[in-house]
């Protein structure tokens, strides 16, 4: 059981937009910044969001996040076939002084 | 662009201790944060620690009575331990730069605990 929810799995055809949530409580996603990872089939996870809404160099527009109380959210639009993976969510959770993250979502591209 | 690449050996029997060593290259390992974050077969990501350059740690609680995170500057490296490992340890262990992991993670190295 994560200490952040997230969708097992969403879906979506090629072109449109997805979305996927992160819940989380005080102690964590309200207090502290999130960050989002893609995961690509037996690859490393890949940083895509920082600091709830922030790209690391070479990351595309394509990908935003948010943050809202104690929720944050991915967006992905233009999906492509190579979008499909699993996405995570991941923050500090002052509580229990830790990181945890959601556990995963995975992306299908229709 | 800052490179890192776990090593280690990739079978451990149960109740040893599996141990790990990211190596740090095309930057200095001093001022950062390091973590080690595993994710066992088909499942997610479960953080397991970070230690920081000067030497101090934080570890998962879950875990805190098995690991042990280190750093060596000197050979631009940092460490994982965890002992009475059982086959529930059998996963992917990544390092990465950063408290929860950045940018920069490792390539991953598959561990399996099995006698």
């Known amino acids: 059981q994560s200490v952040l929810t997230q969708p097992p799995s969403v879906s979506a055809a090629p072109g449109q937009k997805v979305t996927i949530s992160c819940s989380g409580s005080s102690s964590n996603i309200g207090t502290n910044s999130v960050s989002w990872y893609q995961q690509l089939p037996g690859t490393a996870p890949k940083l895509l969001i920082y600091?709830?809404?922030k790209r690391p160099s070479g990351i595309p527009d394509q990908f935003s996040g948010s943050k809202s109380g104690t929720s944050a959210t991915l967006g992905i639009t233009g999906l492509q076939t190579g979008d499909e993976a699993d996405y995570y969510c991941g923050t500090w959770d002052s509580s229990l002084s830790a990181g945890v993250f959601g556990g995963g979502t995975k992306l299908t591209v229709l | 662009q800052v490179q890192l690449q776990e090593s280690g050996p990739g079978l451990v029997k149960p109740s040893e201790t599996l141990s790990l060593t990211c190596t740090v290259s095309?930057?200095?390992?001093?001022?950062?944060?390091w973590s080690w974050t595993r994710q066992p077969p088909g499942e997610g990501l479960e953080w397991m620690g970070y230690v920081y350059y000067s030497g101090s740690t934080n570890y998962n609680p879950s875990l805190k009575s098995r690991v042990t995170i280190s750093v060596d500057t000197s050979k631009n490296q940092f460490s994982l331990k965890l002992s009475s490992v059982t086959a529930a340890d059998t996963a992917v262990y990544y390092c990465a730069r950063g408290r929860l992991g950045g940018a920069n993670w490792g390539q991953g190295t598959l561990v399996t605990v099995s006698s």
């Open positions: 095309g930057g200095s390992i001093s001022g950062y944060y």
């Open positions: 600091e709830n809404d």
